[in-house]
């Protein structure tokens, strides 16, 4: 059984940084990318973050650029989120992802999902 475990959520002021930890695990588990999405109460899921093993490529949502980097270890299947210049509108919670299916401006969603990890950003 597939299994993807986030960590590092928390509570920030604006401006402030956290960052998130997921670590996948499993016989089975195999995912050339994976990525980062968040929720808030009422809304759809959205993307975040994503990076390729393959080539290292990067994807990122418009509303994140700049402030968040996305990094990973392939050899550990673990993908990190480094997410400075935190701000209110953050706010979420944050659900690794594996398994997607990737294009050259894309990242859409794969089957494996973490249970989520609140990342709460205070004005």
């Known amino acids: 059984q597939v299994q993807l475990v986030e960590s590092g959520g928390g509570l920030v002021q604006a401006g402030g940084s956290l960052r998130l930890s997921c670590a996948a695990s499993?016989?089975?588990?195999?995912?050339?990318?994976m990525g980062w999405f968040r929720q808030v109460p009422g809304k759809e899921r959205e993307f975040v973050a994503g990076?390729?093993?393959?080539?290292?490529?990067?994807y990122y949502a418009d509303s994140v650029k700049g402030r968040f980097t996305i990094s990973g270890d392939n050899a550990k299947n673990t993908v990190y989120l480094q997410m400075n210049t935190l701000k209110p509108e953050d706010t979420a919670v944050y659900y690794c992802?594996?398994?997607?299916?990737?294009?050259?401006?894309?990242?859409?969603?794969?089957?494996?999902w973490g249970q989520g990890t609140q990342v709460t950003v205070s004005s």
């Open positions: 990076i390729s093993w393959r080539g290292g490529k990067t």
């Open positions: 992802n594996a398994d997607p299916r990737l294009g050259d401006t894309y990242y859409l969603a794969g089957r494996y």
């Open positions: 499993g016989r089975t588990f195999s995912s050339y990318a």
